[in-house]
């Protein structure tokens, strides 16, 4: 549990009555932002003040401030945290215009429409209370890190949404999760990242509180405190937004690179290639409402375009972000990008040969940009305990992992937690995760147990239809008039035929003499009349990812099985003479 956070919902208590609970974030989030902006600012309060009076230009100003405090944020007003309190009857007024002075790039507030909220506390008799409480507890981040600060709005987030029994997935990952991911993420990279003085970018469209970002940094500059990592990032929850953005403020990135909005249907940085990039979309969310736009834009994009290898079922966007992501990697030529992103199962085989999803996995395999794919514990996400996986994508793969994709059973890998958070009571500890890495790392020396190296063709495979004739009433093929049996659409069937059956290396090349040696092994023994329609043959991907890490346990002896049904069949005949009498 975050003591920050706990302190902190212990002040949205004092809202119980004139609020609901789903409320409280109305109130508790924007005010936690601003006394943590109000805390970094304190220092140099006065100087940013006689600045302000000296130079009206807003521009000019903010490269003054930027000059004389190292921030690229500040406020002019007269008010802080320290005064506020001195005038009541002014308090909502003072606390308005505090909010108003705040540099142009501090846009926070608007989204969550504060100066409403200013006046309903007003109106309950409670403003005062809140900012008397929030005055007592200094959130500067030589108090209160970075990534405590993290961990308290995370925890609030989360305890607001439970009180208000919604979903919180939509706001943030854990953060085990999300190291695992920024450990993979920069496994391949780790050598050039050490360089001095390297200039690299990050980007997540679906940004949420910042969480992935925030530790994305803190791993690079653990390596090499001399690098620089430019934060890009797009998020559509207003509050979430807001919370991302301010958090980056506070630790003094440009934050022009966080954009409002929804990525699917309104790309923030249309132009513009990473070299990394990171997410965890929403799973199982319907996009319908989006169908038009995205359909629009595949169709007038070209083949180029984000969307142009095919769309998902409307019911499930995420691999419309695993496109949009592939989409955004630097060019090879320029160096080359790599991609993390968490999805749960259904992104590895849902779709059959030639749908949407099954194209999207064809087009990432044919072009090699599938590096590995892990296996995450189950329960590992405050909301779902449903099992989750990290794909890595990359564009310019080490010599020795081209055309090859890593499968890593990561599940047995995790650390029971001694208190659930929601779905969440497991959790990957820095031993675990180092497990993982070593594995990703050791590639085809890791273990055979946890580890699979596949060739990108050993997911494919062909749909063929297989047709059996229509038999007439004498119980003879019905011939159309080229004197070839006609098919019964009741007999049809059909058989996926993997590229590599029989041993294959050909792949989708050696389409006809594999299927044909399948057809002629496995149908044609049990339906001596059956044929293949060669025009309705469709080519598929799925990556069953389970069954390459299944292991057979055989059945107990029946003899144990009848020793223990005569032990229960005992029992309860023992019952039923105690009931009787």
């Given at each position: ?478 011939v159309d008039r080229k004197g070839k049996p006609k098919p019964d659409s009741k007999k049809r069937d059909t058989e996926n035929v993997p590229f590599t059956y029989g041993g294959s290396t050909a792949g989708a090349a050696g389409k006809i003499e594999v299927i044909q040696a399948y057809f002629d092994a496995e149908v044609k023994p049990h339906v001596s009349d059956a044929w293949i329609d060669w025009t309705k043959v469709k080519v598929g991907y799925d990556i069953p990812f389970t069954r390459h890490f299944y292991k057979y346990v055989p059945p107990r002896p029946l003899a144990e099985i009848d020793a223990d049904l005569e032990k229960q069949v005992a029992k309860i005949l023992d019952l039923l003479r105690e009931v009787e009498q």
């Open positions: 549990m975050s003591a920050l956070g706990s302190f902190i919902w212990s002040i949205a208590d004092q809202l119980r009555g004139p609020y609901r609970p789903n409320q409280y974030g109305n109130v508790i989030l924007p005010l936690t932002i601003l006394r943590r902006l109000d805390c970094i600012l304190e220092p140099d309060r006065e100087t940013v003040r006689a600045l302000a009076k000296r130079y009206d230009n807003p521009v000019r100003l903010r490269i003054e401030v930027k000059k004389a405090t190292g921030r690229p944020f500040y406020n002019t007003s007269n008010y802080s945290f320290a005064n506020l309190l001195a005038d009541a009857d002014g308090l909502a007024d003072n606390l308005a215009d505090y909010i108003d002075r705040f540099s142009p790039d501090v846009d926070v507030f608007q989204y969550f429409d504060f100066k409403k909220e200013i006046l309903a506390l007003e109106k309950a008799e409670l403003l005062r209370a809140v900012i008397t409480s929030f005055n007592a507890v200094n959130l500067h981040p030589r108090k209160v890190s970075n990534a405590d600060m993290g961990d308290a709005f995370e925890y609030i987030i989360r305890k607001f949404n439970e009180a208000a029994n919604e979903t919180s997935g939509d706001h943030y990952t854990p953060r085990d999760a999300i190291r695992l991911l920024v450990d993979l993420l920069f496994a391949e990279k780790d050598a050039d990242l050490t360089e001095a003085g390297i200039v690299r970018t990050l980007y997540d469209p679906t940004a949420g509180t910042g969480g992935m970002l925030t530790l994305a940094e803190e791993h690079l500059l653990a390596q090499n405190p001399d690098a620089k990592l430019s934060l890009y990032g797009q998020e559509y929850n207003p509050q979430s937004y807001a919370i991302c953005k301010s958090d980056l403020l506070a630790k003094g990135h440009d934050t022009t690179n966080i954009a409002f909005g929804n990525t699917l249907t309104d790309d923030a940085f249309p132009s513009r290639k990473f070299d990394f990039c990171m997410s965890n979309p929403p799973y199982g969310v319907d996009w319908k409402q989006y169908a038009k736009a995205v359909t629009a834009e595949r169709d007038s994009a070209g083949p180029y375009g984000r969307f142009a290898p095919g769309l998902p079922a409307t019911s499930d966007g995420q691999m419309l972000f695993l496109l949009h992501l592939a989409h955004k990697m630097r060019a090879p030529s320029d160096g080359g990008g790599r991609v993390g992103i968490v999805m749960n199962g259904s992104p590895l085989f849902n779709g059959g040969a030639e749908s949407g999803p099954s194209n999207i996995r064809r087009w990432l395999l044919e072009n090699d940009l599938v590096d590995a794919i892990v296996a995450l514990p189950t329960n590992m996400f405050f909301n779902t305990g449903i099992a989750t996986y990290i794909w890595i994508l990359d564009n310019t793969k080490h010599p020795v992992r081209k055309g090859l994709v890593q499968l890593i059973d990561g599940t047995s890998f995790w650390t029971k937690m001694r208190k659930n958070l929601g779905s969440k009571g497991r959790e990957i500890s820095d031993a675990d995760r180092a497990k993982v890495v070593k594995l990703y790392a050791d590639f085809r020396d890791a273990d055979p147990d946890y580890s699979k190296v596949l060739r990108n063709d050993e997911f494919g495979y062909w749909t063929i239809t297989v047709e059996r004739p229509l038999l007439g009433e004498d119980g003879k093929p019905v």
